[in-house]
């Protein structure tokens, strides 16, 4: 019963170093989000993908790269880590549309991230 | 835009007190509303939704009621317990936005419930 997996939980980065966040889910989900969370601003979207090959970007994308070779999968990387990427990720995945077909989003458990 | 605005915390009740976390929103059209819950250490949960106004979503003893013509969703529960204590995100869906799942939420609420 794993749902939404990410890996690692907790990290550390310098400046300009560069790291993959991964994310996986095991509900067969065709939609795959990144959000970051910063205290007291909600959760903003990174980038999102509708299926394995298709991604697109959402309100906050620069400096992060997302890939999606698989259903499964969906990992952000950041190739240049700044100070302002200092944040909580979060990943998520859906069947559907919360709207349009009732599924509502399942998230994982956040990776920290801290740039010094 | 779009937006969604939440009832600034810290909120501290003692167990049993009523609860009511106030959120209110601006959007075009007939976006659904809902609310997360994040517990400590681990990631959102879907809390209820209401896709229509005058829809009263519920869930685990917590209700919201679809307001439009206040634009409004205030979470409500008659009786809190230590276990309730979390961080609450209002939030609503775009609905400018098809292609995907576009929700916007709101800074959260925190709330901490003392035996």
Same mark, same amino acid.
């Given at each position: 019963?794993?749902?939404?997996?990410?890996? +690692?939980?907790?990290?550390?980065?310098?400046?300009?170093?560069?790291?993959?966040? =991964?994310?996986?889910?095991?509900?067969?989900?065709?939609?795959?989000?990144?959000?970051? =969370?910063?205290?007291?601003?909600?959760?903003?979207?990174?980038?999102?993908?509708?299926?394995?090959?298709?991604?697109?970007?959402?309100? @906050?994308?620069?400096?992060?790269? @997302?890939?999606?070779?698989?259903?499964?999968?969906? +990992?952000?990387?950041?190739?240049?880590?700044?100070?302002? =990427?200092?944040? @909580?990720?979060?990943?998520?995945?859906?069947?559907?549309?919360?709207?349009?077909?009732?599924? +509502? =989003?399942?998230?994982?458990?956040?990776?920290?991230?801290?740039?010094? | 835009?779009?937006?969604?605005?939440?009832?600034?915390?810290?909120?501290? *009740?003692?167990?049993?007190?009523? *609860?009511?976390?106030?959120?209110?929103?601006?959007?075009?059209? /007939?976006?659904? *509303?809902?609310?997360?819950?994040? /517990?400590?250490?681990?990631? #959102?949960? #879907?809390?209820?939704?209401?896709?229509?106004?005058?829809?009263?979503?519920?869930?685990?003893?917590?209700?919201?009621?679809?307001?439009?013509?206040?634009?409004?969703?205030?979470?409500?529960?008659?009786?809190?317990?230590? %276990?309730?204590?979390?961080? /609450?995100?209002?939030?609503?869906?775009? #609905?400018?936005?098809?292609? /995907?799942?576009?929700?916007?939420?709101?800074?959260?609420? %925190?709330?901490?419930?003392?035996?």
């Amino acid at each position: 019963n794993a749902g939404v997996t990410q890996t +690692p939980k907790f990290r550390i980065l310098k400046i300009g170093q560069s790291m993959t966040l =991964q994310c996986a889910q095991d509900m067969n989900h065709n939609y795959m989000y990144w959000y970051r =969370q910063d205290p007291g601003m909600g959760l903003k979207l990174i980038y999102y993908s509708v299926g394995a090959g298709i991604t697109d970007k959402g309100e @906050v994308p620069n400096g992060y790269n @997302v890939s999606r070779s698989t259903t499964e999968d969906f +990992p952000l990387r950041l190739e240049l880590a700044a100070p302002s =990427q200092t944040s @909580v990720y979060f990943c998520a995945s859906s069947a559907g549309t919360a709207t349009w077909s009732n599924q +509502p =989003q399942h998230f994982g458990d956040g990776t920290r991230l801290s740039i010094l | 835009g779009n937006s969604v605005t939440q009832m600034e915390g810290p909120v501290t *009740l003692s167990e049993e007190a009523f *609860l009511t976390i106030n959120c209110t929103y601006t959007a075009t059209g /007939y976006p659904s *509303l809902f609310w997360y819950v994040q /517990y400590p250490g681990e990631g #959102l949960q #879907l809390l209820l939704k209401a896709t229509k106004a005058d829809d009263k979503g519920s869930n685990k003893g917590f209700e919201a009621t679809y307001r439009k013509e206040t634009t409004s969703f205030h979470l409500e529960k008659g009786s809190v317990q230590v %276990s309730d204590s979390a961080v /609450y995100f209002c939030a609503l869906s775009d #609905l400018r936005k098809t292609s /995907y799942d576009k929700v916007i939420f709101g800074p959260g609420t %925190s709330l901490s419930v003392i035996p």
